[in-house]
């Protein structure tokens, strides 16, 4: 068979499989959606370092990491947990922050009894990237926990004996990526709490500008810095163009400084502007750099920004079946498909771009143009949907990937504190060793961490629902900070 009619039938398959969620209402209602919010904002309190506030809700929890930063004479107590282990992570975290925020800004309005629930996930880890970035003049703290040594144990956060070093960049270590990203953190949460809290709002953009002149005046990958306790676990392998780029985006749009869209005119293409990616992640931000800013082409506030317009054109065009620049991949039950590692990761940003990008055509009677074609916001919507509810149980395994939704969901989930006994029930210390009992255990886990999203199935829909398979089993933060917005809007 020629190739060209292997991939004429290929398209029309996926085609079958991804459009017809127009043809037939969603499997759930708005009352689910709303259900499935308020669990995705919960699994943040699960995530909590630090000492617990009394409003804590996941109660199974207790304070944890109170030292973090003493032996440093700097307070770091507080932030979450990435995913499943004990360190607190620098990039993740503050990409996690910008999503949080960004799924405030953009979908607020339908969060409803959710919105002082989210703003407050969004502010426990931007008071902490606050007291990173301003606890010692010209350094940025990035993360605490020495990874290597807390892999080798399975220990409660609120047992954890492993070492609680910490890292840093600044001039002479520079880390580009993680300081911009902070800075768009940063930026993003000042814009959340403007009218609610704007001494607040003021303090956290000043602190955004000034971690992004050192982001961007000593220029270098924390890969490089700090490799071996960075690397493999979050090594900066897109560089930190598009960290500094996705930074300054966000400072503009915060305060509406016209040096930051100098910057970004004059520093685009160098910072990788023109490339053409199609996934949106904690490493690589340009896909979403570039939806966040068509919003000022689209409302005609700066023409310079019509190039975005384009690529962001290209990005939503390689998601969408029968399109020329088709490119992605799905699986055979209609899930996005990116990488065998935590997929779900990438099906969450997804998602979540083409709604922000549905949002702001639809304000502006734009289309998306692919080739001799056009993409109304409607079809990004029903593309968005049919992911949303993929993951809570529309799929062939008839599965719910987030914790505690629906009646069948992830039992053996890949988290120290939910899969041992919690410190409430057995006050006793269990040690690093010790703790792996649990972890090899075939019980499901004691802890139920609601709302967590896990990592998710295969190419071929399939799933193990088993604690060493972290690959599937292991939630993540940023996983569920974009769904939080997807969530909000089909919510209404």
């Known amino acids: 068979m020629a190739v060209s009619t292997v991939f004429t039938l290929r398209v029309q398959i996926l085609c079958l499989v991804l459009c017809s969620v127009s043809l037939f209402s969603s499997a759930f209602t708005p009352q689910d959606y709303s259900d499935a919010l308020a669990k995705s904002i919960l699994f943040f309190e699960g995530q909590r370092s630090g000492k617990l506030p009394p409003n804590q809700r996941l109660k199974w929890r207790g304070d944890s990491g109170l030292s973090d930063g003493s032996s440093y004479h700097v307070d770091l107590v507080g932030g979450y947990y990435d995913a499943g282990d004990n360190v607190k992570f620098g ?3 503050a990409f996690t ?25 969004i502010r426990w880890s931007a008071d902490y990237l606050l007291k990173a970035a301003t606890a010692t003049p010209g350094t940025l703290y990035v993360q605490v926990g020495d990874p290597n040594m807390d892999h080798k144990c399975w220990e409660r956060p609120e ?3 492993t070492p609680r070093s910490v890292y840093k960049v600044s001039a002479q270590n520079p880390g580009s990526d ?30 955004a500008k000034e971690v992004f002149e050192l982001a961007d005046k000593h220029r270098g ?37 016209r040096s930051y869209l100098a910057y970004i005119q004059s520093n685009g293409q160098v910072l990788g502007a023109e490339d053409d990616d199609y996934s949106f992640s904690w490493d690589d931000k340009r896909a979403g750099t570039k939806i966040l800013l ?3 082409f689209l409302e005609k506030t700066t023409e310079e920004f019509q190039t975005y317009k384009a690529h962001s054109d290209n990005y939503i065009c390689s998601l969408v079946p029968g399109t020329s620049g088709f490119q992605a991949q799905y699986t055979p039950g209609g899930l996005f498909y990116k990488a065998s590692e935590s997929n779900l990761q990438y099906v969450t940003t997804t998602s979540f771009l083409l709604l922000t990008y549905a949002k702001y055509l639809n304000s502006n009677g734009g289309v998306a143009t692919c080739g001799s074609s056009t993409v109304t916001s409607e079809k990004l919507i029903e593309l968005a949907r049919k992911q949303v509810d993929y993951i809570l149980g529309d799929n062939p395994a008839k599965m719910s990937y987030m914790v505690g939704f629906g009646t069948k969901y992830p039992q053996h989930v890949h988290h120290r504190g939910s899969s041992l006994p919690s410190i409430h029930s057995n006050p006793n210390k269990i040690n690093c060793n010790n703790g792996f009992q649990y972890l090899y255990s075939a ?18 829909d399939s799933f193990a629902d088993d604690r060493n398979n972290y690959q599937q089993s292991e939630p993540a933060t940023y996983i569920n900070a974009a769904f939080v917005g997807a969530l909000a809007f089909f919510s209404t």
């Not at 993680?178 to 953009?205: G, W």
């Not at 900066?236 to 400072?251: C, F, K, R, T």
């Not at 019980?443 to 071929?460: E, K, M, Y």
Request: glycine letters at 6%; one cysteine or more; charged letters at 15%.
């Open 443 to 460: 019980s499901p886990n004691p802890n139920i961490l609601t709302g967590a999203i896990v990592g998710g199935p295969d190419n071929r």
């Open 97 to 121: 922050t910008s999503l949080l925020a960004w799924s405030v800004i953009e979908f607020g309005s339908s969060m409803h009894n959710q919105i002082e629930n989210a703003r407050a996930a």
């Open 178 to 207: 993680v300081a911009a990203e902070t800075a768009a953190a940063l930026a993003a949460a000042s814009i959340v709490f403007k009218d609610s809290d704007p001494s607040y709002s003021a303090k956290l953009l000043q602190t």
């Open 221 to 257: 990958s924390y890969s490089d810095s700090l490799h071996s306790v960075v690397c493999p676990f979050y090594c900066s392998y897109s560089g930190y163009q598009d960290e500094l780029l996705w930074g300054a985006s966000w400072i503009y749009r915060a305060s509406q400084d």
């Open 294 to 296: 068509s919003k000022s």
């Open 91 to 93: 990039l993740p975290m």
């Open 159 to 161: 047992d954890m004996d």
